[in-house]
């Protein structure tokens, strides 16, 4: 990933966790509950501390995505069980040059988050969500039609569309929780894993 648009300078400029979540206008007291309910399994947190050295995690999102709702805290708890790796958000709409660079490199979705090392050159990229989610969420789309259907009316505003689907994709987003408690969670951690190098822990509890 050359051409990487976040040098030392500019990674100053990124929120803390603790700013984003001040920041989110969509999602807050979910994030905050989250934050401090998701906990790693003891081996997983072994694993993550084999880690030997320092990293930088530019994670870029937006406040509105139910994935980064999901797996931010994740992220989170593993950066502060390796003690060596600090965590940035980038809001997208906020950093153009960035969102360019992921588009360059033909990664449209969000979250999108990247590990740089002591030089913030970037080393590995992880995107939006785990491999397993993809089937929970297309298993979920084919139950809910209705979903597709108004997102595709040309007669509603995006005002009109987000107040018919809201009580639906709240019930998503419990759902999505339920996933991540039973597999999802364990599965984004071992990702993470593989992506930095470290031991697989499997993809069980």
Request: charged fraction near 30%; charge should be negative.
């Amino acid at each position: 990933m050359s051409n990487f648009p976040i040098d030392r300078e500019t990674w100053q400029k990124g929120l803390t966790v603790e700013e984003f979540v001040e920041s989110m206008t969509q999602h807050q007291e979910p994030m905050r509950r989250r934050l401090e309910q998701v906990r790693l399994q003891p081996q997983e947190i072994a694993q993550i501390q084999k880690l030997d050295r320092r990293l930088y995690l530019a994670v870029m999102t937006e406040d509105w995505c139910s994935d980064c709702l999901m797996v931010l805290p994740i992220l989170v708890k593993l950066a502060q069980a390796s003690g060596k790796i600090e965590v940035k958000v980038f809001i997208r709409r906020e950093w153009p040059a960035l969102r360019s660079f992921y588009q360059s490199q033909d990664i449209p979705s969000i979250p999108v988050a990247t590990f740089l090392d002591d030089q913030f050159q970037p080393l590995v990229t992880w995107i939006e969500r785990p491999r397993a989610a993809h089937h929970r969420l297309a298993e979920w789309k084919l139950a809910h039609p209705e979903v597709e259907q108004i997102r595709r009316r040309a007669d509603l505003s995006s005002e009109e569309k987000r107040q018919l689907l809201k009580e639906v994709l709240d019930q998503l987003l419990v759902e999505m929780e339920e996933w991540y408690a039973e597999e999802l969670q364990s599965e984004t951690v071992r990702e993470i894993l593989e992506l930095l190098g470290l031991e697989s822990v499997g993809s069980g509890s």
